[in-house]
Each structure stands twice: as C-alpha cells, then as structure tokens.
DNA sequence: ATAATTTAGCGCACTAACGCGCTAAAACGC
DNA sequence: GCGTTTTAGCGCGTTAGTGCGCTAAATTAT
C-alpha cells in the first residue's frame, strides 16, 4: 500500500531535486598525484573537460551510480568512492534543480584505459572546470591526503610485480610522496610504518644493492 | 526555456529521490556532550525520539533546511550546521525513495528551549533510534571532537558571563572536556591553546583566589 | 675477487611535548 | 593581618619523534 502523509500526498506529489554525483579519480601516473578528467559530449550545454558524473537513478545507491558512471562514461571499474560533500547551490545547474554528491574514488593507473575524450591531469596543475569540479578536487585531494597519512597504502595505490600484492618499502614510499606532494624522510618513514606493516620473509628482485624485503599491511 | 536532453525529456520527466536532512544537534549540558532529541508526531510510521529532520524544499540550500526544521521541530535557531554523511540505501524510509543528508549542528545549551516532545541525551547514552540515526550520531560526535582537537572551541560553545564573550582558561577547558569525553591535563591545554588565543588584558570574577584572564580567540 | 650500489637498522644529537611539583601573585574568608 | 584558595607560569625529568652518518649485508658490474 502505497504511503501518503496527512495532507493526502504521497512523496511523488512534492517537488524534488535531481540528484547526481560527481566523482574526482585519483591515482598515481610519473609520481605524481593525478586526476581523471572527461571530456563532455558536444550535446551538453557546458562542454569541455569535466570529472565524470550521472544522475542517480531508482534502485540505485550513490556508489552504484558512481561505478556505473566510471564504467559507461571513462572505461573505470571503480573502487570504493568515498562520499566528499554535497553541493547544493539551487542555481548551480541551468538545466534545472540538481544537487550533486561529490565523490573520491582511488584506482591504480594501469586501471584508466588510455583513449580519446579522457586525460589524467597533475592535481597540482588542473585546468578551470565547470560547476563546482575544481572544489571537488580539491575536497578529493585533501581527504586522498588524510588517509595516507595515517595508514601503508589505504587504497592500494602501489603497483608492484608481486602476484600477492606484497611491496618493498621503497615502493611504498614513493606511492606516499606522490599522494603528500612531498618528500618523505626515508628513516621516518619506515619507522612509522613498522608497526603497521609485516614482512613476507621474501626479498624483490630488479636492482643492484642489498634486494629490499616485500612486505604486506598487517592484517591483510 | 526550459531545458531539455537528447531524449527531448525535461529532468523533471526522469524519476527522482526525495531528499530529507537529519541533524544532530549537539550541546554541553551539565559537563557532558549531549544530543537533541524530539518525540515523532504520532501521524509518522515510526514514532518516538528521533534526530529532527525535514524534507528538503525547491529553492533551498541543506543549510536552510536544516535551519528551517531545526525552528519548526525544536524551537532551536540553528548556526552553521555542516554536512556529515548521505544515507542512500534505496529501501531505508518505508514511506518511498528517500536520502538523508546527516548534519552537525553545535549550539550552547541554553538556546534549546526547554519543551514538551524534545529532550538532551548525553551521546553516552543514547538509545535505539529509527534509520540510520544512531549512525548519525557518530559521525557527528567524531566531527566534534575532531574540530575540538585543533581549534579553542571553534562552536562557541563556552558558557561565559561576558558580554563581549571572552571567557576563562578553565572554562574553556571545561568545555573541551566535555566534547572530548575524557579529562585534559590543565598544563599541556594551557600550552596548546597559547598561541591560539589573546589576553584580553581582563580579569574575571566571582571565584576564591586570583582571579582568572580572560581571553578570545586570536583573530576574533 | 673486488668495487659499486642499494637496503635495513641503529646510535646519537637534537627537538618537541608531557605531567608534576613548586612558586609568586591575587583574590576572599575569618 | 593571616590563612586559604585559585591561577599562571616555569623548571625539570621523562617520553617520543626526527634526521643523519655510519655499518653490515647482499646484490650486480667489472
């Protein structure tokens, strides 16, 4: 039985927004933090480059919206997005009333297909972009950066030659200079992540010097 | 003109979710943090205490509507609520296709009027509640001890005698005791919160022994 | 076989923060 | 006037973290 309120209304009967959501893809390219940017098909009214995004559709959860969006719009089996923030300017739309969800998702590199309409851009270089895109990122980057601040890899961003996903230190190191945009002290480093990590008692192969120790995240 | 896609659809043709906001509102009463909670109309499905919450209306921001409920359901002028979580499971609200945006909403405890169908619940006690509003609960006492950690009393939530508010080292301890639910070590908050506030060159009143400085917030 | 390179770990000097006991100061109670 | 109470600040011992130089080990290049 279909619900309707005192008034004898049911939730159809009141106007709503449409609801979409806005996912700013980060991996890491050349040691650098990066973004996925899409270009917008000619028909839209604001073309140009854009994070991907959709409308929310019945059934749907916002992270089903936003894998299938990464899937039909950029070729990308997303992750696990990460809500960011809601923008909910009633004006920020000239099609008509839409809030947008705004969304992380973390994918390795080797995970983007290569192919027209579609670029990774430095988050240390991103164009203008419309909507509120450019905010997005910036939500994106922010929250990229908390969580690699606290923990070896959150997002399984190392891209390593080991089947178990096993990964040196220095591998690991690397992913987190990338994501902080600086430097890491290697001693620092280590002893940080120490605790967090244990060691496969296997050794990496490739390079002259001591072979380095493969190590995966403690709990894993 | 009004817009409309390659399908020749308006977005109003497409289905769409109505959009609730739920808010936590937090306060120090008595030393603890504590939460609002009102008491359902009996009209709704599900009566008994819950977090106050509305439906989202054409022309409004989430703020407005936060604000909005936060007047209508509790008699509570709202500040600047924030925006913490959307619950989106499509089956969540029996009633239809319903999203809560969950917000934070801080204010000093006696602006909460005192009323029938309303009540404060310390959040170390509250008790099972409809949707995901326990959940809610959560984010919103991690938001607050999040900002409490690196801010002196960013809500202002400190209780003081002044007019122009400024406000005693003590008091202000008191009340980051009271968001962080455990004791601060009154030498190390002091030396915390040094540079983060100003002497105002006053002394307070109405305690045994020197008075106490009184201080604002640098940058006020 | 030796040199060069890379890794892991540590000793050490240094910096930063914590918690407590203590002192001086400034109020109130008697 | 003196005792009590409260506040602000500090000295000090302790704990924790940082960055660097160094060593030993384990590889590859010559």
């Known amino acids: 039985m279909r619900y309707v309120d005192a008034a004898g209304m ?26 996925l940017l899409v270009q917008a098909p000619e028909a839209e009214p604001s073309t140009g480059w854009r994070l991907p995004g959709t409308f929310l559709h019945p059934g749907e959860t916002l992270a089903d919206a936003v894998a299938r969006s990464l899937r039909d719009k950029a070729g990308v089996e997303g992750l696990r997005p990460e809500q960011l923030h809601v923008f909910d300017d009633p004006g920020r739309d000239d099609r008509g009333w839409v809030l ?3 969304h992380l998702d973390v994918v390795r590199a080797d995970r983007v297909p290569v192919r027209t309409g579609q670029r990774l851009v430095p988050v ?17 980057v922010g929250a990229i950066r908390d969580r690699y601040g606290g923990a070896p890899d959150p997002f399984g961003l190392v891209d390593t030659a ?15 200079e990338a994501v902080a945009g600086h430097r890491l002290q290697p001693d620092s480093f280590r002893r940080m992540m120490r605790g967090l990590l244990e060691d496969t008692g296997r050794m990496g192969v490739g390079r002259r010097g001591k072979p380095a120790e493969l190590y995966r995240r403690r709990g894993e």
């Open 10 to 35: 049911s939730l159809d009967d009141y106007p709503r927004p449409s609801v979409a959501v806005d996912t700013a893809v980060l991996t890491v390219e050349h040691r650098e933090l990066c973004v």
């Open 100 to 102: 947008s969800v705004a």
């Open 124 to 140: 240390a270089g991103v164009p203008d972009l419309p909507f509120d895109h450019g905010a997005i990122i910036g939500f994106a």
């Open 162 to 176: 080991e089947p178990d996903g096993s990964f040196t230190l220095r591998e690991l190191r690397l992913v987190h």
